[in-house]
């Protein structure tokens, strides 16, 4: 199978699976139902999803097994979104093409919704069987951590602190580490956990996950200054007209491309121990590498 149709069956096992586990819209109140999928239905790549399946196959594993973790990421993935939308983070009217989750439902909603994003995360969570090594408690773990004030939340306190400053590389990178590359990490983690990976397995993913995460970053930060509004589904161009700090703006748009090809390579490297079964990771990589949204 070629990896699109690799991509388009993830996503709609992931999106069924998911549908399966959020309430449904009538189911009162209404109100936040709705909103909440709106905001996860409005066709986001389900990268995380996507990475989670492959690290679970890579390790041996039953993409089944992973499927409950797959879409738990998803739904935190979606609760980060759609609260760095908010007006009093970085205000965005548009995401993955549609007007953003607080523009339709008002803010007080908006926040709720992500609230109830984040909450079902570990809702659906639990519903994995977890593994002789990794019980369902160790994976709960791994994502809160994930999705706390050392990691995501940090690296997002460290952005809005950054905000109106001249970062470092250094500091620029600490951001993305624990703002994009821990919940990266975390996607291939739960997948080979999931699996009942070995160590090796286990410490070789958490150094693809980190390598990828933030090779994912650069090209996220590449593709807002080459690319369009409607080739992106967001706002092209934000990071230069609030005087973000991100990879071009520190290194310059070449250094950043160098940069992200460096990143993929030593992704790439960490993959070695898999042999064939890491086949669909690697296509993985390589398609992030050149993708254009
Ligand atoms: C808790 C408010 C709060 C924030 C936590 C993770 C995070 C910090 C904020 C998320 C917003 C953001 C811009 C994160 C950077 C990572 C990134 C580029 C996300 C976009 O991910 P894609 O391209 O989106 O995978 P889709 O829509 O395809 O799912």
């Not at 160790?138 to 109106?164: N, P």
């Not at 970062?167 to 624990?178: F, G």
């Not at 991100?246 to 960490?270: D, F, H, N």
């Amino acid at each position: 199978m070629d990896l699109k149709a690799y991509l388009d069956g993830v996503v709609a096992e992931v999106d069924a699976a998911m549908d399966g586990f959020l309430p449904v819209e009538d189911e009162r109140p209404g109100s936040i139902h709705g909103a909440m999928r709106y905001c996860v239905f409005a066709g986001g790549k389900r990268l995380r999803p996507v990475l989670c399946l492959a690290a679970a196959e890579a390790c041996g594993g039953d993409r089944a097994e992973a499927l409950p973790a797959a879409c738990a990421l998803e739904l935190m993935h979606t609760y980060s979104l759609v609260h760095d939308d908010l007006p009093c983070m970085d205000d965005d009217d548009l995401r993955r093409g549609r007007p953003t989750c607080h523009k339709v439902y008002g803010e007080g909603m908006a926040v709720l919704c992500g609230d109830a994003l984040l909450t079902e995360t570990f809702i659906v969570l639990t519903k994995t069987k977890g593994a002789e090594r990794y019980p369902v408690g160790k994976m709960v773990a791994e994502l809160a951590e994930t999705g706390g004030s050392r990691k995501l939340i940090g690296g997002q306190v460290l952005d809005l602190e950054g905000e109106g400053k001249t970062l470092s590389l250094e500091e620029l990178v600490r951001i993305h580490e624990a703002k994009t590359a821990a919940l990266l990490t975390s996607s291939v983690r739960l997948g080979a956990m999931s699996a009942n990976a070995t160590n090796d397995q286990l410490e070789a993913l958490t150094r693809f996950g980190y390598a990828l995460g933030l090779a994912f970053q650069v090209i996220d930060d590449i593709l807002d200054v080459t690319q369009t509004t409607e080739a992106l589904g967001k706002t092209a161009g934000k990071d230069q007209a609030v005087d973000k700090a991100t990879y071009p703006a520190v290194i310059g748009l070449e250094a950043s491309r160098l940069e992200a090809m460096r990143l993929t390579a030593e992704a790439l490297g960490a993959l070695e121990t898999f042999g064939k079964k890491g086949k669909r990771l690697r296509e993985i990589a390589g398609w992030m590498l050149g993708r254009t949204s």
